[in-house]
């Protein structure tokens, strides 16, 4: 009997002790963030979508074009699409030949940098193996957390196009337009 | 004048009428909980009534069936690492682990020892974030709503840390083949190091809390008892057959990576019960922290991802093989088959979740509808790992 009752005081004692906790968090400071008016502190480390590195010119990509992102992709969420090679000027032909003539080896005019670097975000994982695949280190993540958009279409970027924005030398719009997307995907 | 009336959708579906089959006379038949491909980690199960009291049930399971054992056998070792992170969210690195450590195995990959404690350290850091995840998301289950706000608060922290080298929130990809992706920087070592006191000092709140909370302890005590041997019939793991009182840890059992060095505890529990599997996790958490300091302490200077590491190209040598991790919800498990290709011949991975979820038919007979809910929240099922 006596037990019982020390039972039920020690039981009505626990709801006590668990109050006294909501009241010791009840009056200290609050722990979250009133989010649109003040910002979380803690994005800087997150790893948001890719971005291409610039070389020292701005605006012009460090990539090379060799295709080894897209190959290590496991999602193939990448296409690069490379320069055509550019029609040779009559003098330039003309140069060609003679040094073809005299069994020197053409040089390659081929222009490095990718024409279209295609990255469907919606397909994307985030996993990074395609930084880790680049021979040159001309990808990497941006910190972008507020990414939002109103159509599938939204998510599909061409990074040359984001990379020149971003030097601020076409104000072309950044993501690709449907059809071609699809055209060239 | 008769009107047609399809009342089709009031047989139910295959699934309800093929276990309606065998249900008694006047029993009734209702589908605990919903299932929908939005909302995530939801489970269907079917139970017949008599009364308040569950005289079958069944789960029904395949609802987020995602095929990564498939997706496994058309991609290359190293393009399959992301997968294992959404294998499971509550502890994506435990899986991380898993499959990169049979690749290693197969490929005969030394880990360099940096790299092998930033995995326990990262990996117990997880598993804190997961069983908080647990405690928080049972403790709703039971009614008791401002828990998940305390443990979300902790959760938060260890989530920001982990950010830190890995560069996402839940679904890691973190783990490469020979190594990490990327080292602790001091940052992230300075809040480590910070949140060790903090966290320790935050248990006995939990305790005061929730843990002896009368109204908790007459919900979870004697509840759902699972004898030793039911756990091994059914292949249970992890929590669930340490709070029955048998000593399994693959940590301790089949040891991996530096943990022989560490000194840490196995909680186990004899109450059997749900009470037993709480206070288990309860336990694991301050073992976790533990582990963590000595692993911190202990850590060397060097690389962290072996020279010459696989290309996404690498092809895993021919062979077999099957390596386990102790995950946060039991044993995770996986077998890698290779025939030398350039894709895995085949990838078997077996989820902790399935085998201790599959106890739960023979375990609620006989209790009240009210009670199964208990008993279903404290096996800590994370349903998108136990399809797969």
């Known amino acids: 009997m006596i037990k019982e009752a020390l039972n039920t005081v020690s039981d009505l004692w626990s709801l006590m002790v668990g109050l006294r906790v909501t009241k010791k968090y009840f009056l200290d400071p609050q722990v979250t963030v009133r989010y649109p008016w003040k910002a979380v502190s803690n994005i800087a480390s997150y790893k948001g979508h890719l971005e291409l590195v610039s070389a020292k ?39 060609e030949a003679e040094a073809k003539a005299k069994g020197e080896k053409p040089k390659d005019k081929t222009p490095k940098d990718p024409e279209q670097f295609l990255y469907d975000y919606t397909l994307c994982s985030l996993c990074g193996t395609c930084m880790e695949n680049c021979p040159v280190g001309a990808l990497a993540f941006t910190g972008s957390t507020y990414l939002a958009g109103y159509s599938r279409e939204d998510f599909h970027f061409d990074l040359v196009q984001v990379l020149k924005n971003q030097a601020g030398l076409e104000g072309v719009d950044a993501s690709v337009a449907p059809e071609t997307a699809e055209s060239e995907a | 004048m008769t009107t047609y009336q399809n009342n089709d959708h009031l047989a139910g579906d295959f699934y309800t009428q093929n276990f309606a089959k065998t249900a008694g006379e006047g029993n009734l038949i209702l589908n605990l909980g919903p299932q929908h491909p939005s909302t995530h980690g939801v489970l269907r199960v079917v139970v017949e009534l008599d009364g308040e ?35 499971d969210y509550g502890h994506a690195l435990g899986w991380n682990w898993a499959f990169v450590g049979a690749a290693e195995k197969l490929g005969g990959i030394e880990v360099p020892e940096r790299a092998e404690y930033i995995r326990v350290i990262t990996c117990e850091l997880n598993r804190i974030a997961s069983h908080l995840l647990w405690w928080g998301a049972y403790l709703l289950d039971l009614g008791a709503f401002t828990p998940i706000m305390y443990a979300f608060d902790d959760r938060e922290k260890v989530l920001d840390i982990l950010q830190i080298p890995t560069g996402s929130r839940l679904t890691y ?22 949140f060790i006191p903090w966290f320790r000092s935050r248990l006995p709140m939990y305790k005061d809390l929730v843990s002896d909370n009368i109204i908790l302890r007459k919900r979870i005590e004697g509840i759902g008892a699972i004898e030793q041997d039911t756990c091994r019939r059914y292949g249970a793991t992890g929590p669930v057959a340490r709070g029955s009182g048998i000593n399994y840890d693959v940590r301790r059992a089949q040891p991996y990576s530096v943990y022989p060095k560490l000194d840490f505890v196995v909680p186990t529990s004899d109450l059997k019960d749900a009470r037993g599997r709480y206070d288990v996790r309860m336990i694991e958490m301050e073992q976790s922290l533990r582990i ?45 088959v290779s025939d030398g290709g350039k894709n895995i011949y085949r990838t078997k991975l077996r989820a902790p979740g399935f085998c201790n979820l599959s106890l739960f038919a023979e375990v609620s007979q006989g209790t009240i509808l009210a009670d199964a809910v208990a008993i279903l929240g404290s096996l800590d099922l994370i349903i998108p790992e136990i399809d797969r």
């Open chain 2, 53 to 87: 009291y569950i005289m079958r049930a069944e789960p029904i399971l395949g609802y987020l069936h995602r095929m990564h054992e498939k997706m496994a056998e058309v991609k290359t070792a190293a393009q399959f690492i992301p997968n294992m992170g959404r294998v």
């Open chain 1, 57 to 95: 010119a701005p605006g012009k990509p460090k990539c090379i074009s060799c295709g080894m992102c897209a190959l290590a992709c496991p999602s193939n969420c990448l296409t690069v699409v490379k320069r055509k090679v550019p029609k040779p000027t009559p003098e330039q032909a003309q140069a």
């Open chain 2, 173 to 194: 990809s973190y783990y490469r083949i020979g190594g990490v992706a990327q080292d602790l920087n001091a940052d992230c070592i300075r809040r480590i190091q910070e």
């Open chain 2, 292 to 336: 963590i300091e000595q692993a911190l302490d202990m850590m060397p200077e060097g690389e962290v991802l072996v020279k010459g590491a696989p290309k996404p190209s690498w092809k895993v040598p021919a062979g077999e093989t099957y390596f386990a991790v102790e995950g946060a919800r039991g044993k995770i498990g996986a077998y890698v």
